[in-house]
């Protein structure tokens, strides 16, 4: 059964392997019938900062309207990105900040701890890529980029992360390990895991 997939790309280099990872996937998902729309955030025209954090509302740009209408309509969702520093690139984080929002994305109920998921039903897969083995990132490090989108962020919201691959070390991969890698990504966009 196809899906409504949205592949959201946040590595902001365009020569990057993660962005023909998402254009494998792509490619994978179009050829078993998918609906496939894109987000690459790189190329979104916002402000990443959440100056007046819930307090105030600060007025979302049209690109980010567009993309919340896309994450909206995803039953899936893939997001891609490289880990810099344990964590998620800058550029992503903020696209986060600025639309995974109160009456968005979840909503507090009043004089309650606890919260309303407002994305529900939907699914996720994380693709990332790292310059370290994904053990050692796993293991010495406890995966925080990987905890802070599938744990505090899509979990919190709803959407259940259904699979997450790493890519490593990108930094020492030959050109034929490239090449295998986004022979793989494709197979999964096929399979549209």
Not at 76 to 82: A, G, K, N, T, Y
Not at 113 to 124: H, I, R, S
Not at 130 to 157: A, E, I, M, R
């Amino acid at each position: 059964m196809s899906k409504n997939i949205l592949i959201i790309n946040g590595h902001p280099n365009k020569s990057s392997l993660n962005h023909a990872f998402a254009a494998a996937y792509k490619k994978g998902a179009l050829e078993a019938h998918a609906e496939v729309k894109d987000i690459t955030i790189s190329d979104l025209k916002f402000n990443p900062n959440l100056e007046f954090g819930f307090q105030k509302r600060t007025e979302l740009e049209s690109d980010l309207l567009e993309a919340w209408e896309k994450i909206k309509w995803a039953e899936h969702l893939v997001w891609i990105h490289p880990v810099w520093w344990g964590g998620l690139p800058a550029l992503m984080k903020g696209f986060i900040d600025r639309l995974f929002l109160p009456g968005f994305a979840f909503k507090y109920r009043d004089n309650s701890p606890f919260w309303d998921k407002l994305l529900k039903g939907k699914t996720a897969h994380i693709i990332t890529t790292l310059d370290q083995p994904s053990w050692y990132y796993w293991f010495v490090y406890g995966k925080p980029s990987v905890n802070q989108l599938k744990k505090s962020t899509l979990k919190f919201c709803g959407i259940k992360t259904t699979k997450v691959s790493y890519f490593g070390i990108i930094k020492n991969a030959s050109a034929h390990q490239r090449s295998q890698w986004i022979t793989k990504i494709e197979n999964l966009g096929r399979r549209q895991k």
